[in-house]
């Protein structure tokens, strides 16, 4: 039966969701040069359109729609046919199947959105697209299926994931890392240093992030209930502590805190929180955050150890914070917290950890293999990478035919 209040509830988290795509735009703007901004803003705002397109003909159906063998959705639900205004139970007895249809579509859109972050400065527009929308159907919509789909078979094994560790930051964190091997660094990286033209912008963007996640993950309670605030709670307090650890051990490490280590850490508390957000309570969420902080800070200077070029740290954020949030569900979670959830090891079930650490070789090792390929296809038939001349020139000469600033305020962004 619909409840009015989830579905107001579930409609307004859609809403914050889909506002964390313009918010990751700042985000990834400010931490650009001057030259690319618009470019970068471009990547991040066209998939709205983009993956929006595809979950409206094919994806919502594959990824949701009537199981295939624990692998993939059918199509009976393409061009959300039969998606109407009555609920679905097996998804969210309370809220009409368009409301949980448009709710998910939002995690969608931003996903390949996330990936931008590795390659930013250096990608040609239109492969770009080709390729977001391969990787959307090939990776996003199946990997969904398993993990969160009526009959998806990480789903029936156990695996848990609250709100898209497993499904948004791990995935996208294991493409970032193929692109960044098969594309290669930007033109004299570690010749120069590449500073962030605009972190005020950054900050801001990292408050939008911050406030969208609330609907990100208390959203996917599905419900306005107790689930969701202990998720609401959850967020807030991985986030914080993630910004908390990230400064006192950069702080420590390079002699001063900063307003980007500062905004990395949050978004990295942000991510790690995801998976565990609706099963833990809030001290444990409070050790995620601290966790998340530490780790992601050291995944982060590994880049520089290990050789590539992955220019916003995608892969030290999201991937690293997906895939120890996920696997600290296998340790912090409790139906105590949440009875429709998983216990973990502290609650007596060492088991789930294995459950989830399978699922997370499993999902890292198909999205890192399949974005592989589908880099490496595109390359070879557009050619994803800037010509020198136009990474000199930037992105949004070269790409758009536009500037952000006029060269008296352009400082710094060469």
Same mark, same amino acid.
């Given at each position: 039966?619909?409840?009015?209040?989830?579905?107001?509830?579930?409609?307004?988290?859609?809403?914050?969701?889909?506002?964390?795509?313009?918010?990751?735009?700042?985000?990834?703007?400010?931490?650009?040069?001057?030259?690319?901004?618009?470019?970068?803003?471009?990547?991040?705002?066209?998939?709205?359109?983009?993956?929006?397109?595809?979950?409206?003909?094919?994806?919502?159906?594959?990824?949701?729609?009537?199981?295939?063998?624990?692998?993939?959705?059918?199509?009976?639900?393409?061009?959300?046919?039969?998606?109407?205004?009555?609920?679905?139970?097996?998804?969210?007895?309370?809220?009409?199947?368009?409301?949980?249809?448009?709710?998910?579509?939002?995690?969608?859109?931003?996903?390949?959105?996330?990936?931008? #972050?590795?390659?930013?400065?250096?990608?040609?527009?239109?492969?770009?697209?080709?390729?977001?929308?391969?990787?959307?159907?090939?990776?996003?919509?199946?990997?969904?299926?398993?993990?969160?789909?009526?009959?998806?078979?990480?789903?029936?094994?156990?695996?848990?994931?609250?709100?898209?560790?497993?499904?948004?930051?791990?995935?996208?964190?294991?493409?970032?890392?193929?692109?960044?091997?098969?594309?290669?660094?930007?033109?004299?990286?570690?010749?120069?240093?590449?500073?962030?033209?605009?972190?005020?912008?950054?900050?801001?963007?990292?408050? &939008?992030?911050?406030?969208?996640?609330?609907?990100?993950?208390?959203?996917?309670?599905?419900?306005?209930?107790?689930?969701?605030?202990?998720?609401?709670?959850?967020?807030?307090?991985?986030?914080?502590?993630?910004?908390?650890?990230?400064?006192?051990?950069?702080?420590?490490?390079?002699?001063?805190?900063? +307003?980007?280590?500062?905004?990395?850490?949050?978004?990295? #508390?942000?991510?790690?929180?995801?998976?565990?957000?609706?099963?833990?309570?809030?001290?444990?969420?409070?050790?995620? #955050?601290? +966790?998340?902080?530490?780790?992601?800070?050291?995944? =982060?200077?590994?880049?520089?150890? &290990?050789?590539?070029?992955?220019?916003?740290?995608? =892969?030290?954020?999201?991937?690293?914070?997906?895939?120890?949030?996920?696997?600290?569900?296998?340790?912090?979670?409790?139906?105590? =917290?949440?009875?429709?959830?998983?216990?973990?090891?502290?609650?007596?079930?060492?088991?789930?950890?294995?459950?989830?650490?399978?699922?997370?070789?499993?999902?890292?090792?198909?999205?890192?293999?399949?974005?592989?390929?589908?880099?490496?296809?595109?390359?070879?038939?557009?050619?994803?990478?800037?010509?020198?001349?136009?990474?000199?020139?930037?992105?949004?000469?070269?790409?758009? +035919?536009?500037?952000?600033?006029?060269?008296? &305020?352009?400082?710094?962004?060469?």
């Amino acid at each position: 039966m619909i409840q009015a209040g989830d579905t107001a509830f579930v409609l307004i988290s859609a809403a914050l969701v889909l506002l964390m795509t313009p918010g990751l735009a700042l985000f990834y703007g400010g931490m650009v040069r001057g030259k690319n901004v618009l470019g970068t803003f471009m990547q991040s705002f066209f998939l709205i359109a983009l993956v929006s397109m595809e979950w409206v003909v094919l994806g919502y159906s594959l990824s949701f729609g009537p199981d295939t063998g624990g692998v993939t959705g059918n199509l009976a639900w393409a061009l959300l046919s039969g998606v109407g205004a009555a609920p679905n139970p097996d998804y969210a007895a309370t809220i009409p199947h368009s409301v949980f249809m448009i709710y998910q579509c939002m995690f969608a859109v931003i996903t390949p959105a996330l990936i931008t #972050g590795a390659f930013a400065e250096r990608v040609r527009f239109a492969p770009f697209l080709v390729f977001s929308l391969l990787w959307t159907l090939c990776v996003y919509n199946p990997v969904c299926h398993w993990v969160w789909g009526a009959g998806g078979w990480l789903k029936a094994m156990g695996a848990a994931d609250f709100a898209g560790g497993i499904v948004v930051h791990l995935t996208c964190g294991a493409a970032a890392l193929a692109a960044v091997l098969v594309i290669g660094p930007r033109k004299d990286y570690g010749r120069r240093q590449f500073f962030p033209h605009n972190l005020p912008m950054t900050l801001t963007g990292t408050g &939008l992030l911050w406030f969208g996640w609330f609907g990100f993950n208390g959203g996917s309670a599905l419900a306005a209930n107790g689930v969701a605030a202990t998720a609401f709670v959850s967020t807030h307090l991985g986030g914080m502590a993630g910004m908390a650890m990230w400064t006192i051990v950069e702080w420590w490490h390079r002699g001063k805190p900063t +307003t980007l280590g500062a905004a990395s850490g949050a978004v990295a #508390g942000l991510a790690t929180i995801t998976p565990a957000a609706g099963f833990v309570s809030a001290p444990s969420a409070i050790c995620i #955050g601290l +966790t998340a902080g530490a780790v992601c800070y050291l995944g =982060v200077l590994a880049k520089a150890r &290990l050789g590539y070029d992955d220019s916003l740290d995608v =892969v030290g954020i999201h991937g690293l914070g997906g895939l120890v949030g996920t696997l600290l569900v296998g340790v912090f979670a409790t139906k105590a =917290v949440n009875p429709g959830g998983v216990n973990g090891l502290i609650a007596g079930n060492p088991a789930q950890l294995g459950v989830q650490a399978l699922a997370v070789v499993v999902v890292a090792g198909y999205a890192f293999a399949v974005s592989w390929a589908l880099l490496q296809l595109v390359d070879k038939l557009m050619g994803l990478r800037l010509a020198p001349d136009a990474e000199s020139q930037g992105l949004d000469q070269s790409e758009h +035919t536009e500037t952000a600033y006029s060269d008296s &305020l352009d400082i710094g962004a060469r």
